[in-house]
């Protein structure tokens, strides 16, 4: 795995306080994190700067999930994405296992979980190239 300190993460979710903390959980693992509070400033943001990982709330108002990873995946698609979910895993796999979506993690999720899931994407990423 690169250097943690190295790692770019891209960090969309609506809610100021979600935001700050997993920003906070982040950035105490050593990753450098851009935190963003919508998806218009979430694309603008991943298309005019390369990252190693994009994560995001799936639990916004009037989000099409599909749609948003698909325009994602228009602009990079070696760049893995995770999605931050309150439900089972089972029940995303069912309904968004034919995207773009490469990893979800569900809240509440601890730091050691959090460090998996950015350690395994960068992986991902690294085996894409």
Request: glycine letters at 2%; a negative charge; one cysteine or more.
């Amino acid at each position: 795995m690169r250097d943690a300190k190295k790692t770019e993460i891209l960090l969309w979710d609506k809610h100021t306080t979600e935001r700050e903390l997993v920003e906070e959980m982040l950035t105490n693992l050593g990753f450098e994190v851009t935190a963003v509070s919508n998806e218009h400033d979430c694309l603008t943001e991943f298309s005019n700067r390369k990252y190693d990982l994009v994560i995001f709330d799936q639990n916004l108002p009037d989000l099409d999930v599909r749609k948003f990873v698909d325009e994602l995946a228009e602009i990079d698609q070696m760049t893995p994405i995770a999605m931050m979910a309150t439900l089972a895993i089972e029940f995303y796999e069912k309904r968004f296992g034919d995207s773009n979506i490469d990893f979800l993690i569900v809240k509440p999720f601890e730091l050691v979980q959090l460090q998996k899931l950015v350690k395994e994407a960068v992986e991902l990423a690294e085996r894409l190239k």
